[in-house]
């Protein structure tokens, strides 16, 4: 599968030909490279670069999408589809990690896999990785998933919601929202790299990364020494 040369374009619901987001699987893979305006309900992802780009305004219905999970995702607001992450090495095994509220607004961290068509997803491939309870309140769900130079996923996860955390997510160590998380794709549930810093305490969660966050709605990492996290 060749895609290095390949964009993903990410299609709102609303279709307004600004509202395309552009990804690219290549050295940025994990990373959008546009704003999504609204986070809306569905992901239309399509390769074949600036060929896609004309056709998602001029044709923005999703037909010939490349993944399509509108029936999946509750919508609007701060909730919808969150974020779009590719395995470092998609080009080989296929894999991309695709974030969003599902139907009861709770979190989910999805694996998909791309069809024999390196054009479109199989949508039957779904594996959901995680999912972390949100049901309080609608804003607040984070987030973003990266993979870091490290070759795991970090997932940013929001308080919850409300206002000034009244569940009290972000400092329990023992919930998953309000946090960075790390997860090892890789090697099978529960996904938790072995050096993550809450390893073998009982008292907390072993996916987190860092705890205390408000929103963690984008963050990335030093283009130049790989090492630092943004956010
Ligand atoms: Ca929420």
């Known amino acids: 599968m060749n895609s290095s040369a ?17 990804l690219r699987p290549g050295r940025d893979r ?3 490279a546009g704003r999504d305006r609204a986070r809306e309900r569905f ?5 074949a670069a600036a ?11 999703p037909a010939g999408a490349f993944l399509d ?22 080009s080989q095994n296929g894999f991309f990690f695709v974030y969003y509220n599902d139907l009861n607004g709770d979190i989910n961290i999805a694996r998909y896999k791309v069809g024999a068509d390196p054009n479109v997803a199989d949508p039957n491939s ?28 970090y997932a940013g996860t929001g308080d919850g919601g409300s206002g000034g955390d009244p569940n009290n997510n972000g400092q329990n160590l023992q919930a998953l929202l309000g946090k960075l998380l790390r997860l090892d794709v890789d090697n099978g549930s529960p996904y938790v790299p072995p050096l993550n810093p809450f390893v073998g ?9 860092s705890y ?18 943004h956010r």
Do not use: M
């Not at 992901?43 to 390769?47: D, N, Q, R, Y």
């Not at 984008?218 to 630092?228: I, L, N, T, V």
């Open 201 to 209: 305490r009982t008292d907390a969660r072993p996916e987190i990364w």
């Open 43 to 47: 992901a239309a992802l399509h390769h």
């Open 69 to 90: 999970i509108r029936s999946l995702v509750l919508c609007c607001g701060e909730r919808g589809l969150l974020s779009v992450a590719f395995h470092p090495n998609y």
């Open 30 to 32: 994990s990373r959008f």
């Open 6 to 22: 390949a964009a993903i374009l990410l299609l709102s619901a609303t279709a307004l030909a600004q509202d395309v987001i552009s």
């Open 126 to 153: 779904a594996l959901i990785l995680k999912t972390i309870s949100d049901r309080d309140f609608a804003n607040h769900n984070g987030g973003q998933l990266a993979f870091g130079p490290d070759g795991y996923l």
């Open 212 to 229: 205390g966050l408000r929103n963690p709605w984008r963050f990335s990492f030093d283009s130049r020494h790989g090492r630092s996290l």
């Open 51 to 61: 060929r896609a780009d004309r056709d998602l305004r001029r044709h923005p219905n």
